[in-house]
């Protein structure tokens, strides 16, 4: 009783705080009646704030499936941009929740939208290692050459993360080995940097170029094996 009389004392869509909203805060207390009352009194479903941008991208990277399709039988925009992801799908394919990815694409979702820290869902799951997600987005036609985000495509994110099964299957399905951008420049100076052998056998038996190297990319693999070299103990006494 009590909260259905302050309700109709306050504004629903007050701005500010750690989670944007009231409504994103019910999310995150996973609180689907709470929710459910917000949305009665006048929540805005699309309301943007917060570290996820709304509430649909909160539900969607808590892995709260009830909650996301409440949202959306509530109107909310399943492509609706904003927040550190960009969007509702990027946001479970990170998270790896696999039901919700499902659900967003049957509901609509922008399997090639972009926007967010990984630029896009696939680059997202691949960077992560949710291999399943990687699938489910190639199968709903992600593009795996999509450049954006913060390792420019998928096969970059999976090479530098070390996901060897996700790098060989974008290269089954058609990734392009040398692409260029991103912070590594291409996938195989990705997989150079944080020296995942295995990845990088992968790359070069596939035509990567080793030739394609930049004067700045150069700089930080010699500054992070000249950092590792003062935790090698010195045996002046012993010669090679």
């Known amino acids: 009783m009590a909260i259905h009389y302050k309700l109709h004392h306050i504004d629903v869509n007050a701005q500010g705080g750690k989670y944007g909203n009231a409504l994103q805060a019910a999310l995150w207390e996973c609180n689907t009646n709470t929710a459910r009352l917000l949305l009665d009194k006048g929540a805005d479903v699309n309301a943007q704030g917060g570290k996820y941008g709304n509430a649909l991208q909160a539900a969607s990277w808590i892995g709260h499936a009830e909650i996301a399709r409440l949202l959306l039988d509530k109107g909310a925009d399943v492509n609706g941009q904003g927040g550190h992801f960009g969007n509702?799908?990027?946001?479970?394919?990170?998270?790896?929740?696999?039901?919700?990815?499902?659900?967003?694409?049957?509901?609509?979702?922008?399997?090639?939208?972009?926007?967010?820290?990984?630029?896009?869902?696939?680059?997202?799951?691949?960077?992560?290692?949710?291999?399943?997600i990687v699938r489910l987005l190639l199968d709903k036609g992600a593009n795996m050459n999509a450049q954006a985000g913060e390792y420019g495509n998928a096969l970059q994110a999976a090479s530098y993360r070390g996901h060897t099964e996700i790098a060989r299957l974008l290269l089954d399905k058609g990734a392009d080995?040398?692409?260029?951008?991103?912070?590594?420049?291409?996938?195989?100076?990705?997989?150079?940097?944080?020296?995942?052998?295995?990845?990088?056998?992968?790359?070069?038996?596939?035509?990567?170029?080793?030739?394609?190297?930049?004067?700045?990319?150069?700089?930080?693999?010699?500054?992070?094996?000249h950092w590792q070299s003062r935790f090698i103990p010195k045996f002046p006494h012993l010669k090679s």
């Open 88 to 132: 509702a799908l990027q946001a479970a394919s990170r998270r790896g929740n696999g039901e919700i990815a499902r659900f967003l694409l049957d509901k609509g979702a922008d399997v090639n939208a972009q926007g967010g820290y990984y630029g896009s869902a696939l680059q997202a799951a691949s960077g992560t290692g949710h291999a399943e």
């Open 177 to 225: 080995v040398n692409a260029q951008g991103g912070k590594h420049d291409n996938a195989l100076q990705a997989a150079s940097c944080e020296g995942h052998a295995d990845i990088i056998k992968i790359l070069l038996e596939r035509g990567a170029q080793s030739g394609q190297s930049g004067a700045k990319h150069k700089k930080k693999i010699w500054n992070k094996l």
